[in-house]
């Protein structure tokens, strides 16, 4: 666990982002590389973005950013299933990953806790943890991905996001399912309505068979295994149906939106 | 081409092009989008090493693993466009079959010879030697291997038959680094050898 805790990315507030943002800029010397400009200027012509205003390598990247999202829902097969694995296969221990220490993680109650669903849904009643335990359940064997390259495999059993959203009567026409989670900072994630239909999108109650513990999102997780580790969120207090892009934690400071598998 | 340049070597045509125009420039385009490519992956790596060694913030690119990232999948379309550009024309021009073949065991291990012990000709630069022919195919191979293998790790579950093809995810990151080693290492001589014959770094240029 030392070697993964030197792993972790240290959170970065809004401060820190913009002195990340101008790191983004090579150095000067660097820079000499690609004084021309050209090619990143012939990236620019590739996703129509107007470079009428002074050369901003930020901005350019943040465009072709989103050419990616495009690029990832374009070839984001809904009928695709990932990897599944034998219970062997299952990395031991699992890792624990998060921007703070396990011991910083939320605790939470599982009687106090409610599951609150907003948005475009008909039924906008929040859900006990009783009540969601009654809902059917599959188990899935699969590769978690971090964004930081590492993966591993774990054993998550809940149910199915699809099943939930139709039970709820969620528009899902809608574009995505924003979740909020119960970390004192807000941690928060989109999740585009094609993945989350997906059939191995799951709102995950239990870790290799026993009831979800804290280091892994305890009482709630959702499980996305079509996605990158940070775009399956932990401690989810809340789902809002919605049409307008609201953002996440990570998304925030420049990882990319989709991040798909 | 232009016929301005005053030549004291008449036998020499000022028109002869040792390296067409369009290899110069997706050379020059290759050469911008594997800088941008290798740097940032280096900080990429630094976030989950597969070694024991990470490097110095001196020589990544993007600040941090998000930045880093946004450099790799940006420089990523510019290194596949100017790839598959040089591919098609590589093989429709029929430059590849000129130049890269055919390849000999023995001419490349008489022309290795002949390069270490300072006998080998550089007079004609519009023809290769077995080495540089042998270098030069490699190195396109590699090419070909280390975007195929980035691309198995970005989508491991949308092109996961070609994941599994370099033995899943966590090989494919191995193959993704080695193929990396690869390109340094060549780029290292490949400059160094540029340097040494200036009058080939000035046809990649100009062309003559």
């Known amino acids: 666990m030392g070697r993964l805790r030197s792993l972790l990315i240290p959170g970065v507030d809004k401060r820190l982002l913009v002195r990340d943002a101008g790191n983004l800029m090579p150095d000067p010397t660097r820079r000499r590389f690609i004084a021309g400009g050209a090619s990143l200027g012939a990236l620019t012509l590739l996703t129509g973005c107007d470079v009428s205003d002074s050369f901003s390598a930020e901005a350019m990247l943040k465009k072709v950013s989103k050419f990616n999202d495009a690029v990832q829902a374009a070839i984001f097969n809904p009928y695709a299933l990932a990897p599944t694995y034998p219970e062997s296969a299952i990395t031991k221990p699992f890792p624990f990953n998060a921007y703070y220490d396990l011991d910083d993680a939320p605790e939470i109650d599982g009687k106090e806790w409610k599951f609150e669903v907003r948005g475009l849904v008909d039924n906008k009643k929040s859900w006990t943890l009783e009540e969601l335990y009654k809902l059917p359940q599959v188990k899935q064997v699969t590769r978690h991905i971090c964004v930081e390259g590492w993966s591993a495999i774990g054993s998550w059993t809940g149910t199915r996001l699809s099943d939930f959203l139709k039970l709820v009567g969620a528009d899902t026409r809608a574009k995505y399912c924003w979740f909020q989670c119960a970390d004192s900072d807000g941690y928060n994630s989109p999740l585009d309505m094609a993945t989350a239909l997906h059939p191995q999108t799951q709102m995950t109650f239990k870790f290799a068979d026993e009831i979800l513990p804290r280091a892994y999102g305890y009482p709630m997780k959702i499980r996305v295994p079509t996605k990158l580790g940070f775009k399956n969120p932990k401690y989810v207090i809340s789902m809002e149906v919605t049409n307008d892009y609201k953002g996440g934690y990570w998304e925030d400071q420049g990882y990319n939106s989709f991040s798909g598998s | ?208």
């Not at chain 2, 002869?16 to 369009?22: D, M, R």
């Open chain 2, 1 to 208: 081409m232009s016929s301005l340049a005053v030549s004291d070597q008449p036998r020499v045509a000022t028109t002869t092009i040792i390296q067409p125009a369009w290899v110069r420039i997706v050379h020059w385009i290759n050469a911008v989008a594997m800088i941008l490519m290798i740097m940032s992956g280096w900080q990429i790596y630094n976030a989950s090493p597969l070694f024991d060694f990470r490097f110095s913030g001196n020589i990544t690119l993007g600040g941090w693993l998000g930045g880093a990232l946004l450099w790799h999948f940006a420089a990523m379309w510019l290194l596949m466009v100017n790839g598959l550009v040089y591919l098609t024309l590589g093989f429709a021009t029929g430059r590849f079959a000129k130049k890269l073949l055919p390849i000999s065991p023995a001419g490349v291990i008489a022309d290795a010879r002949a390069a270490l012990t300072g006998k080998l000709s550089h007079d004609d630069l519009s023809r290769y030697n077995y080495v540089q022919k042998l270098l030069y195919a490699g190195i396109i191979v590699v090419g070909v291997v280390i975007v195929l293998s980035g691309l198995s790790i970005w989508k491991p579950v949308q092109l996961q038959y070609l994941t599994a093809l370099f033995g899943g995810y966590d090989v494919a990151r191995y193959v993704h680094f080695i193929c990396m080693a690869s390109i340094v290492a060549f780029l290292v001589v490949h400059v160094a050898l540029a340097l040494l014959v200036p009058k080939s770094l000035r046809a990649m240029i100009i062309g003559r």
